[in-house]
């Protein structure tokens, strides 16, 4: 009876239509009738151009480009050195050049913010993670993301993604030196000789092919003049193009189905082959197919608010960098994309900029993060966001609004430098309820702000999230998301880090807020409704919103409700009001961990209970203290590890507490810190966060005061509210 509930479940998840086109995609796999497709057109002879562009050889494709047809970005990546220069500086050539170098000496990077040792050109059927290694002739129709053989394969299909070809564009363009071109010909050409069309592992995902395609059109016109740069191996560039586009055609129904940004990819993927190579005799109908795809997975996936539904700030810029690349090309070749697409793009835009710290260009870990970064054309940290910002409002034709920096160099790639601005900058008018109603709360200033998450599930969650709070001081992410390290690895590290109790939160009884059925599958969705406004905290801040109050329903089978109120006091101090209210009333006692994800900085923990400690940067100071209505207890782990208790370890399920992701496949230390409440309902927990000492914390009996240069500013009272009234 449990097995027909939870199916009866998954098919409410999926849906119909989606679960329909699961199905047809997992019986053509599981039939052989895929792999049957897909050797009817494998080995490069079926790809010669006499039967897919009959009408034209490589001399002719150079001479199109290099006369402008279709046009691009650019023109040969070499007529970009004096922007590129000045906004590099000295320093910032020797830097690219550098990165360049690392990758022919066989140094690659991965997932934005890593590198491996993969020998050049790599080797391409290598997990440089683990040693291990997939078979080249395995057949991707009967292969899944993670196997014992080769671990978890997005660490060997990273380099075939053709990101490096990114940095050596850069150094090709700042010096002209024709080893950078070179390497990115010999690398295309080695890959395509172990690599037969579509019978090997990296064929697997329609995705990366339109990644490679979208690479391989960057480098064709960024080494368009070198000497490396032949007839020859243009045509077996166009001959890749082409059975890459094949390929992410024939599996469209299977990324519908995961309404997901691979859809977008692969849209973007077909409607780029149509539109950069026309001499492709399919290109007609990749162009039309590509076109509507990316109208219906834009519509469907992101809000006219501006929300991927995939909740995830990486996904949401790997998004935008795909719908820029889209939209920039477009105008250049007049192929009259539906101007929705470049409506949500601007929605979007502006709703992550929203989100995005001044000081440090970051924005939360927030959501799945995988590492993808696939336009890495400026020379900023992969958790930066500037470069989506100042891109996008250059393609977007907004007026600027950062100021000049290296972020800027993503404009010049995409030949967006001199786009016309905006008479009013619409991206800088929408207005906080609009953000609100997202389910994505900011409050606070400018330099000291909150992120709260508070929404509700139209489309499948991945993250068991709701209440999470993310607070940042200064470019400062001092209570931070852990992000996602693995999706494929050996427990707890198989997508690990999306339950309930590694996020800021309250976890009840030891169990999510949802039921997990998988590692990207959750069912029984908490819903969480909220609202944020501007109280009378901070009578010297009457224009910041600097309250939320909210709530949600993950345990509402066994009759509890969190409520979280979040109180922005000033600059240097916050206070979290965390009510765990009995709405069944008298069901016992119950488990309460209330946690915390703070930076590794030195920490020296003053009182357990209530809890008191303080974290270190420099010379600032951090003080976090957390008051309860019933005794509590504390602890700290940092890396897998309890710090306050060392000989106590930690129970089952708890060893991924302690650890942050910035990305894919990094894992660094951090420091968790619970607090933990056995208590019968109603129960109460107060977080006060200061900041040096500008803000005097008192305990009144009941009652915690805040106060400066004696005044009082603040005051909440410890005791528990009944239910029917927390949100009060």
């Known amino acids: 009876m449990v097995k027909l509930g939870t199916m009866l479940q998954l098919a ?51 001479a199109a480009r290099r006369n402008g ?35 022919l000496a066989g140094t690659f990077p991965y997932f934005g913010r890593l590198n491996f040792s993969c020998g050049f050109p790599p080797r391409w059927f290598h997990n440089p993670a683990t040693g291990q290694s997939v078979s080249p002739t395995r057949p991707w129709t009967r292969m899944r993301f993670a196997d014992p053989e080769y671990g978890d394969l997005k660490f060997i299909l990273e380099p075939s993604r053709f990101l490096f070809v990114y940095p050596l564009a850069r150094a090709y363009a700042i010096s002209g030196e024709e080893r950078f071109a070179e390497a990115f010909w010999a690398s295309l ?15 697997i995902c329609g995705q990366e092919s339109s990644l490679r395609i979208m690479s391989w059109s960057f480098a064709l016109y960024a080494f368009l003049d070198a000497r490396a740069t032949t007839p020859p191996r243009v045509e077996l560039l166009l001959s890749m193009v082409a059975a890459h586009a094949w390929r992410a055609a024939q599996t469209l129904g299977y990324a519908r189905s995961q309404r997901s940004n691979h859809l977008i990819s692969e849209a973007v993927g077909l409607w780029t082959t149509g539109t950069l190579f026309p001499e492709l005799k399919d290109s007609p109908a990749w162009l039309q197919q590509g076109g509507e795809s990316l109208l219906e997975a834009v519509i469907d996936q992101i809000s006219p608010a501006g929300v991927l539904f995939q909740n995830s700030f990486n996904y949401q810029r790997m998004v935008l960098q795909q719908l820029l690349w889209v939209i920039r090309l477009d105008e250049l070749n007049s192929q009259n994309l539906n101007p929705v697409i470049r409506d949500r793009a601007a929605a979007a835009l502006a709703f992550i900029e929203h989100f995005v710290d001044e000081k440090s260009g970051q924005a939360p870990n927030h959501g799945s993060n ?98 999470h709070v993310d607070l940042w001081w200064n470019g400062i992410n001092l209570a931070r998301d852990a992000g996602t390290y693995l999706y494929n690895g050996d427990q707890p590290w198989d997508n690990g880090l999306a339950g309930t109790q590694v996020h800021n939160t309250v976890t009840v009884d030891g169990k999510d807020q949802m039921r997990r059925a998988g590692r990207f599958l959750w069912l029984n969705w908490a819903q969480a409704s909220g609202r944020s406004f501007s109280g009378s905290i901070t009578p010297s801040h009457s224009d910041v ?63 357990e209970a209530p809890f008191a400690a303080t974290l270190l940067s420099g010379r600032q100071r951090f003080q976090w203290n957390i008051f309860s209505s019933s005794p509590g207890r504390a602890s700290v782990v940092r890396a897998g590890k309890n710090v306050l208790q060392p000989s106590a370890g930690l129970s089952k399920g708890m060893e991924v507490l302690g650890y942050e992701s910035p990305t894919y496949g990094q894992l660094n230390p951090a420091i968790s810190i619970l607090y933990s409440v056995r208590d019968s309902l109603p129960s109460r927990v107060v977080t006060v966060i200061l900041v040096g000492h500008e803000m005097q914390l008192k305990v009144d009996g009941r009652v915690l005061r805040l106060s400066r240069d004696g005044a009082q500013v603040y005051h909440v009272n410890l005791s528990p509210v009944q239910a029917g009234t927390a949100s009060r």
């Open 12 to 62: 409410r998840t999926f849906g119909a239509r989606d679960g329909m086109l699961r199905l047809k995609y997992e019986l053509q796999r599981g039939s052989g009738l895929m792999a049957r497709r897909m050797q009817s057109v494998a080995g490069w002879r079926s790809w010669q151009l006499k039967k897919i562009a009959p009408e034209t050889w490589g001399a002719k494709i150079i």
């Open 69 to 103: 047809q279709p046009p691009f970005f650019f023109q040969d990546a070499r007529t970009l050195a004096g922007d590129l220069k000045a906004i590099l500086g000295s320093r910032g050539e020797e830097i690219a050049l550098g990165q360049a170098d690392k990758i």
């Open 189 to 203: 050409e080695d890959w395509a000789e172990q690599n037969s069309p579509m019978s090997g592992p990296l064929w």
């Open 370 to 467: 995988d590492g993808s970064y696939i336009l890495p054309i400026a020379q900023t940290d992969f958790l930066d966001y500037r470069p989506l910002i100042a891109l996008g409002r250059r393609v977007l034709g907004q007026s600027k609004k950062l100021p000049d920096g290296p972020w800027d160099e993503a404009a010049v790639w995409i030949g967006a430098k001199n786009s016309p601005r905006a008479k009013q900058d619409e991206l800088g008018h929408r207005t906080r309820v609009e953000v609100s109603t997202t389910g994505f709360h900011r409050l606070g200033s400018k330099n000291s702000w909150a992120l709260v998450r508070a929404g509700r599930h139209a489309r499948r969650p991945f993250q068991a999230d709701q209440l």
């Open 545 to 607: 919103i600097d309250s939320f109050e909210g709530s949600h329903n993950g345990y509402r089978k066994v009759g509890i409700t969190h409520h979280r109120k979040v109180h922005f006091v000033g600059e240097n101090a916050w206070v979290v009001i965390d009510d765990v209210v009995d709405d069944l009333l008298g069901s016992g006692e119950h488990d309460l961990q209330l946690h915390w994800l703070s930076p590794d900085f030195p920490l020296e923990v003053i009182s």
